[in-house]
């Protein structure tokens, strides 16, 4: 049982990782993301002992909601079913881009596509993704856990999880173009640009094609 001095420590400890847990709570478990992070701060208690390292709380408190997320949709008959992607195989957004030309007057075109993505777009998109492969992206991508620990955090083979990384990048970058043109978002980004029209265009000469476009240093 906690002493005073073990309860204000986590108390103070718990605020400052609140917002991020939250966060990954919400990526995981959308609209049951407070009753996740309560009953994460909950078995948190029951084990503060086995945190050595203050400094380490972020990555402890995250494992945990993590362990919990997983208990539950174990509980509930509710694990991830794998879903077909024929469609997606085949999707490259560099190349869909070159192709399709949204930002005709950008030199950096993959560079500018991404960067008109605010942290909620991003989060938007995520969403779209089935779990099977949110889960790991966010644990991945935004959390920055290694693919070994993903892989003992939701008890899964490494190459699963691989697996999993693989085909959800595959359906991000699907889903990112998808929420780009439904949202309108690349046109919001060409007007706020403060581009002139031709002016790109004029200093490179005429209008492209997808052999033309300037590379820049990113791939899909």
Request: contains cysteine.
């Amino acid at each position: 049982m906690l002493g005073a001095s073990g309860r204000t420590q986590l108390q103070q400890l718990a605020r400052d990782e609140l917002p991020g847990l939250y966060a990954l709570a919400w990526q995981l478990a959308g609209t049951d993301a407070e009753d996740l992070v309560q009953e994460a701060l909950l078995r948190a208690c029951r084990n503060f002992e086995q945190l050595r390292d203050p400094k380490a709380a972020g990555r402890w408190f995250r494992v945990i909601l993590t362990n919990v997320w997983r208990d539950r949709l174990r509980k509930e008959g509710r694990e991830p079913d794998e879903v077909s992607m024929p469609e997606e195989e085949g999707f490259s957004l560099y190349r869909t881009l070159v192709e399709e030309d949204p930002l005709p007057y950008s030199d950096t075109l993959h560079v500018d596509f991404l960067g008109a993505f605010s942290e909620h777009d991003v989060h938007e998109v995520l969403q779209r993704l089935p779990l099977r492969y949110r889960a790991p992206l966010v644990l991945r991508y935004v959390e920055g856990f290694s693919t070994q620990e993903i892989a003992d955090l939701l008890e899964l083979p490494l190459g699963t999880v691989l697996s999993q990384l693989h085909r959800g990048r595959q359906r991000f970058e699907r889903a990112m173009w998808e929420y780009s043109e439904e949202s309108g978002l690349l046109n919001e980004a060409t007007q706020g640009s403060g581009t002139t029209p031709g002016s790109s265009r004029s200093a490179r000469g005429p209008a492209h094609g997808p052999a033309e476009r300037p590379a820049t240093g990113v791939s899909s």
